[in-house]
């Protein structure tokens, strides 16, 4: 079993939609938890952290669920700029604090 | 602030020939990494340094080398360029384990 896995997609979603992408991680020691975005031959950008109490950023929102070892992403409204590949990252403190991402989901807004 | 810096951007190497990746960073960040993206693979971590004089191996580290002599700078040496090897190398950095990476802008390597 992978230790970070995402459904890869891709999404085709219309602007203006909801949409959101689960993740799950193998580790139930794992301690920190984030979501990254990255474009087309671009370098990952951090998006939000995860809080253990569910976090939200303007039309974006977070949910870690520790007892089903998931993390959520939740974007509403959707705009053309957010197509993108969305990674899953979680860091795992029992092996050296290393972070592990996933292999991203692949979200197309279209018009 | 510079980040994260990363050089070269790209980079063409002959079968069996060795060369340095460079990274540094101005942030005064404990952790450094390297990971390599291929198609489909995502992510995969090669070497990671929780600090000064401290380096670990992470998930494909055969055929490469890494020191941390300065909390600043984490090159990351091939030793004899493979084909296998052609992909794009991020290295990255952060304030501690519950903090997340900023990523440098990347090399595109490139092995014929």
């Known amino acids: 079993r992978k230790e970070v896995e995402q459904d890869p997609g891709p999404f085709n979603v219309p602007e203006g939609a909801t949409v959101a992408f689960n993740c799950t991680y193998s580790?139930?020691?794992?301690?920190?938890f984030f979501w990254y975005r990255q474009d087309c031959r671009k370098e990952p950008k951090l998006l939000m952290s995860?809080?253990?109490s569910g976090n939200e950023d303007g039309r974006f929102t977070a949910q870690l669920n520790r007892a089903s070892q998931y993390i959520s992403l939740l974007i509403r409204d959707s705009k053309l700029s957010d197509s993108a590949t969305y990674l899953c990252?979680?860091?795992?403190?029992?092996?050296?604090?290393?972070?592990?991402f996933g292999a991203g989901t692949i979200l197309r807004v279209k018009s | 602030n510079a980040g994260v810096t990363q050089t070269p951007k790209f980079q063409v190497l002959k079968t069996g020939q060795s060369m340095t990746l460079q990274c540094a960073q101005d942030?005064?960040?404990?952790?450094m990494s390297w990971y390599r993206q291929d198609p489909g693979m995502g992510l995969r971590l090669i070497h990671y340094?929780?600090?000064?004089?401290?380096?670990d191996q992470g998930e494909v580290p055969n055929g490469y080398n890494v020191s941390r002599s300065t909390t600043e700078d984490f090159p990351l040496r091939l030793l004899s360029a493979a084909p296998s090897q052609t992909s794009v190398y991020f290295c990255?950095?952060?304030?501690?384990?519950?903090?997340?990476?900023?990523f440098g802008s990347g090399t595109r390597l490139t092995v014929v």
């Open positions: 340094s929780v600090g000064a004089g401290i380096t």
């Open positions: 995860v809080y253990s």
């Open positions: 990252v979680v860091n795992m403190r029992e092996y050296g604090n290393k972070l592990v």
């Open positions: 580790n139930s020691a794992s301690q920190s």
């Open positions: 942030m005064n960040h404990e952790y």
């Open positions: 990255a950095s952060r304030k501690g384990p519950n903090y997340g990476y900023t």
